[in-house]
């Protein structure tokens, strides 16, 4: 008990600490959650007084206060899987082509299919051919908004 009371003392000061510099730099909330939990470890409080003060199960807070007494960082390790398969660069000059590029004659916006189409044909103007659905998948995780119609900017 006298730790939580040295704690109380030392803490505010500690999170105040963690918190101030995170308003100058980018860090993630996760960062945040994990500087949290270092710092409390740091005042000797208990697994579980650290995972209700944080908000985290409590194995989450002993699987990470295990890798920082070992000294491994407070970033995440990479993830495995699939590397993206279209490269940043395909996926800006996809934008640039359905912004600055005018539809066929006849019509009078892209839709994906159409522009899937003539993306195949035309291989130059982006570098591959894609399927709608991939087209439909950048533009969502822009800031265009993908109809199934037509695709135009979002008002953010």
Known sequence: MNDIVKAAKQG???LGD?????VNTSWSKRILQRMEIAALCKCNISYRHI???CGSHLQ??????????IGETISDHPR???PPIFTQDICLKTIAFYCQISPLPGYITWSL??????LK?????VGCAMSHCNYWAHFKSSCLTPSPEEVFLANN
């Open 80 to 82: 495995s899987g699939r």
């Open 60 to 69: 989450t807070v002993k699987s990470w206060i295990v890798r920082i007494e």
């Open 51 to 53: 995972s209700w003060f």
């Open 113 to 118: 299919r159409l522009a899937e189409k003539y």
């Open 121 to 125: 044909e035309h291989l130059e103007v």
């Open 12 to 14: 505010p000061q500690i």
């Open 18 to 22: 963690i918190q101030n510099s995170a």
